[in-house]
C-alpha cells in the first residue's frame, strides 16, 4: 500500500474520534458567550473558570482510562479488571470533587491555595456542588470509548459526542430564554452532557459488540486483576493529576498577578476557545497506539506532525485575521477591555496544536510499550517550567493571561523534549537487545 494511502487510512480513523475531542471542548466557548450574555458575566465566568479547573483534576485521575482501555481490551481478564478499577477509582474521585465543596475545605483549596476572593467563593462552591456526578460519568464513558475505539468503531465515540454538545447546547439555550443564573446554567450544561454522553456511548458499544468479550482469556503482557491494573494505570493517573493539579495551580499564579481581577476572566475564556482546537489533535495517541503493529513510526510521526499543523494553522486563522476582534467580540460579549485581552493570549497559542499533537505521539509510542513512568517524569519536567516561567512573568508585572500563555507554551516544549529522549533511549536499547 502506498504510503499517501496509508495516511489518508489514518485520516479515516482519527477525524470521528476528533470530532468527539472537538464536540467536548465545545462546552467551553458555547459556555462562555452564554455567560457573557447572561447578568453579571465578569464574575460568573471566572468563578465558572474556576470550579472547572477544581473539578478537571478530581477528575484527572482517571483521564487516561480511555488509553487504558483500549490497550487492555485484547483479553477477557483485563476487561474485567480494568471494569472494576474505572468503577472504584471514579466513583472515588467524585466523593473527593464533594469534599471540595464543603466550606472549610473549600476556604483551603480555593480562597487559599488558588486564591479565589470572597465574592466568587459562593458561585463556585454552588458550581461544584452540581457537577459533583462528573468524574463518575467520564469515568464510565472512558471504558467504553476505549472498547470502540479497540473494536474499530470510532464513528460511534463521535456520534455520542454529538448527543453531549446537544443537550449541553439544550441547556445553555434554554438558561439564556429564562435568563436564569449563569453559573447554575454552566454547571448543570457541564454535568449533564456527560451524563448523556457515557449513556450514549454504553448503548453504541452494547448494540455494535464492542463489549463482547474476546476470545483470548488472559496474556503475561496485560494485568490480570485489579492490583495488576493499579500497577499499569498508576503512572499514567498521576501523570494527569500532576498535569491538571499544575494547570489548577496555574490559575492561581494568574489571580495573582497585577491585573489578577481581569486576567481571571480573560484566561479561562481563551484558554477554552484554545482548547476547542487544541483538543481536536489528542486522539492522536489513540491512533498511534491501534496502529503500532501494522505502520512505521516513521509515517505515524509524520501524520501527526501534520495533524498539528493544520490544527494550528486553523487557530492561527481564528485569531490573526481581521474579523478576529468581531468573532472574539461575539465570543466573550462587547466587553472592549476583555477582547483586547484574549486576542493576544490566542495569537501566542497558536503553537499549542502542534505541541498537543506531538506530545500524543510520543506518549502513544510510550504507552504501546509500556514504558509509563517516562510519561510521568515528563509531565513533572513540563508542569515545574510552566508554572516557574508563568510565576516568574506574573510577578515581574506582565500580563497574567499572556504569563500563563508563555508558560503553557514553553512548559509543553520541554515535556515534548524529555518524551522524544525517553522514546529514543527505549527504541535504541531494544534494538541492542
Not at 485484547?74 to 467524585?94: E, N
Not at 463489549?211 to 498521576?238: C, H, M, N, R
Not at 481581569?262 to 479561562?268: F, R, T
Request: proline share 4%; with cysteine; hydrophobic share 55%.
Amino acid at each position: 500500500m502506498s504510503r499517501n494511502r496509508q495516511l489518508i487510512q489514518l485520516w479515516q480513523q482519527f477525524i470521528p474520534l476528533s470530532l468527539s475531542d472537538v464536540t467536548m471542548a465545545l462546552g467551553d466557548p458555547l459556555t462562555t458567550t452564554t455567560l457573557a450574555h447572561l447578568p453579571d458575566p465578569r464574575t460568573n465566568i471566572a468563578a465558572v473558570g474556576v470550579a472547572k479547573a477544581i473539578a478537571i483534576f478530581c477528575e484527572s485521575p482517571i483521564i487516561m482510562l480511555l488509553h487504558t482501555s483500549n490497550a487492555l481490551a485484547p483479553t477477557q481478564a483485563s476487561r474485567r479488571a480494568l471494569w472494576k478499577f474505572a468503577l472504584i477509582a471514579s466513583g472515588a474521585m467524585s466523593l473527593l470533587l464533594a469534599l471540595t465543596t464543603i466550606p472549610a475545605v473549600f476556604a483551603i483549596v480555593g480562597e487559599g491555595w488558588l486564591g479565589v476572593s470572597p465574592s466568587l467563593s459562593g458561585t463556585v462552591r454552588s458550581v461544584l456542588t452540581i457537577a459533583i456526578l462528573w468524574p463518575l460519568a467520564i469515568g464510565w464513558r472512558r471504558y467504553f470509548q476505549g472498547l470502540l475505539i479497540h473494536s474499530g468503531q470510532s464513528y460511534a465515540v463521535a456520534q455520542a459526542g454529538i448527543v453531549r454538545l446537544l443537550v449541553v447546547g439544550i441547556i445553555l439555550a434554554g438558561g439564556f430564554t429564562l435568563t436564569a443564573n449563569g453559573a447554575v446554567v454552566a454547571g448543570m450544561s457541564l454535568v449533564w452532557g456527560v451524563i448523556a454522553e457515557a449513556v450514549a456511548v454504553t448503548y453504541l458499544a452494547r448494540k455494535l459488540g464492542a463489549t463482547k468479550l474476546p476470545e483470548l482469556i488472559s496474556t503475561p503482557e496485560l494485568p490480570q486483576d485489579v492490583a495488576g491494573v493499579w500497577k499499569f494505570y498508576a503512572p499514567l493517573g498521576g501523570t494527569m493529576m500532576l498535569v491538571w493539579g499544575a494547570r489548577a495551580a496555574l490559575v492561581g499564579i494568574v489571580a495573582r498577578a497585577e491585573d489578577g481581577a481581569i486576567a481571571l476572566v480573560a484566561w479561562p475564556a481563551a484558554w477554552g476557545l484554545v482548547l476547542v482546537i487544541a483538543n481536536s489533535t489528542r486522539m492522536v495517541q489513540q491512533i498511534i497506539i491501534r496502529n503500532r503493529q501494522l505502520l512505521p513510526d516513521r509515517l505515524l510521526i509524520t501524520f501527526a506532525i501534520t495533524v498539528g499543523i493544520v490544527c494550528s494553522l486553523i487557530l492561527l486563522s481564528v485569531s490573526g485575521t481581521s474579523i478576529s476582534a468581531a468573532a472574539i467580540g461575539w465570543f466573550v460579549g462587547n466587553d472592549e477591555e476583555l477582547i483586547a485581552r484574549v486576542r493576544p493570549v490566542l495569537l501566542i497559542c497558536t503553537v499549542i496544536p502542534l505541541c498537543v499533537s506531538v506530545q500524543n505521539a510520543i506518549q502513544g509510542f510510550l504507552v504501546s510499550e509500556g514504558h509509563t513512568w517516562g510519561i510521568n517524569q515528563a509531565a513533572w519536567i513540563g508542569s515545574i517550567v510552566m508554572l516557574g516561567t508563568a510565576y516568574l512573568g506574573a510577578q515581574s508585572g506582565q500580563n497574567g493571561a499572556i504569563a500563563a500563555a508563555i508558560g503553557m507554551i514553553l512548559g509543553n516544549i520541554m515535556e515534548i523534549g524529555y518524551l522524544f529522549w525517553i522514546w529514543r533511549w527505549k527504541t535504541t536499547l531494544r534494538a541492542k537487545s
